[in-house]
């Protein structure tokens, strides 16, 4: 069964440890813990000084507070898209996580991941 026909409880439980491991990572500046679940595409555009040049001007992406909630799932193409509320141990308020997941050679990778 490909990725976009499992149910939203299935992807899901794909997703959270993925979602996880990005915020842990990115919380400890880890380039190689970060994408180690990345696409091809994404490890082109991901490269380790443009990253630590978000970690250092960027209080957000290195304050994530673990175990966020998933708010749902969005379907297009090949692709999904889990959204999750976040929030940060440095920043009030909510965020919106996108984890954005599709297939490539067989595994799930992540195409897309934001926070805002």
Do not use: H
């Amino acid at each position: 069964m490909s990725l976009i026909e499992k149910s939203d409880e299935d992807i899901i439980k794909i997703a959270d440890p993925i979602w996880n491991n990005l915020v842990k990572s990115s919380n400890i500046k880890d380039y190689g813990g970060f994408t180690k679940d990345f696409s091809s595409q994404m490890l082109y555009g991901a490269n380790e000084v443009e990253l630590g040049k978000q970690w250092a001007n960027n209080d957000l992406i290195s304050s994530l507070k673990e175990n966020c909630k998933p708010m749902g799932c969005l379907r297009r193409g090949a692709y999904v898209t889990v959204i999750y509320k976040q929030n940060s141990s440095k920043i009030p308020g909510d965020f919106i996580g996108r984890l954005v997941l599709g297939e490539e050679g067989g595994d799930i990778k992540v195409f897309g991941a934001t926070i805002f």
